[in-house]
């Protein structure tokens, strides 16, 4: 693991491979340990970097609402230290497809293609913003555990929750990493992210999308409208896999990775 201070918080990261950088940013509430199979499998075709967004994992965390905007910005700073000025593709997931849409808005010059996992573009409903409000009421009350044995039955299709422990297991350990603050950070980010749908048919970079089948927190129906609206975009839907592909069905996930990277 390495380390970059920026003013208000130290943003950990790992780095691997060389080639075209490509910038996997984790969901909610994970860290950049879910995207190990992926740092061990792609750097033979690009430089793969994922870091722990602010208050997640290794990074510190920071009081206050953790927009998309701003933690967008954060993935800009670390690129900066690292001296990456070449165009990068950026493969974000769920919580981090929503800080992919703005990093896209806003660093559009940044970007040679696009990898939204398990993600929408639609804003939260009224109902979807209650839950997170009552998900902040339950973590400032009992901390950060009930939030985490909710969310797990969540991000994993009913395929691994029944056959694959080790796996649940894995995602837990990685979820308990998480602040107290991020949780909160990123519950309020989210509930005020803006909708993306408008923007979808500005990106103009190439865009592939994954996602899982049995994804019980975003309907596929809302990656393949997201595809309809995106002017050059795939679209990869994979069975058996629920919010997190890149854990749950890795050698496609990253079969699709690798045969996307080799046709920009
Ligand atoms: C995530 O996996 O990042 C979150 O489930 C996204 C969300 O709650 O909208």
Avoid at 126 to 140: F, G
Avoid at 216 to 240: D, T
């Amino acid at each position: 693991m390495k380390t970059v201070e920026f003013d208000t918080f130290k943003m950990a990261y790992e780095e691997a491979g060389s080639g075209i950088p490509i910038l996997f940013i984790h969901g909610y509430p994970l860290n950049r340990q879910m995207w190990r199979p992926q740092l061990e499998q792609i750097p033979s075709v690009a430089h793969v970097i994922t870091p722990d967004l602010r208050g997640h994992g290794d990074s510190t965390p920071t009081d206050g609402i953790y927009s998309m905007d701003l933690l967008a910005e954060d993935c800009v700073n670390l690129l900066d230290r690292l001296n990456i000025h070449q165009k990068i593709v950026l493969c974000g997931l769920s919580m981090g497809g929503y800080v992919s849409f703005a990093f896209a808005r806003k660093y559009a010059d940044r970007l040679a293609a696009l990898i939204l996992t398990s993600t929408r573009a639609a804003p939260d409903t009224e109902e979807a913003k209650l839950n997170r409000q009552r998900s902040m009421e339950i973590a400032q009350a009992q901390g950060i555990d009930p939030i985490i044995e909710a969310m797990l039955p969540r991000v994993l299709s009913p395929t691994t929750l029944q056959n694959r422990p080790s796996l649940v297991e894995t995602v837990r350990q990685i979820m308990r990493r998480t602040s107290l603050q991020a949780i909160l950070g990123d519950l309020q980010g989210m509930m005020e992210r803006i909708d993306s749908r408008p923007y979808l048919n500005q990106i103009n970079v190439p865009t592939l999308i994954i996602h899982g089948m049995e994804d019980p927190i975003i309907p596929i129906e809302e990656a393949q409208a997201m595809q309809q609206s995106i002017p050059n975009c795939r679209l990869i839907l994979i069975e058996q896999a629920g919010h997190l592909p890149n854990l749950e069905a890795v050698e496609r996930f990253n079969q699709a990775v690798r045969e996307f990277l080799e046709t920009l």
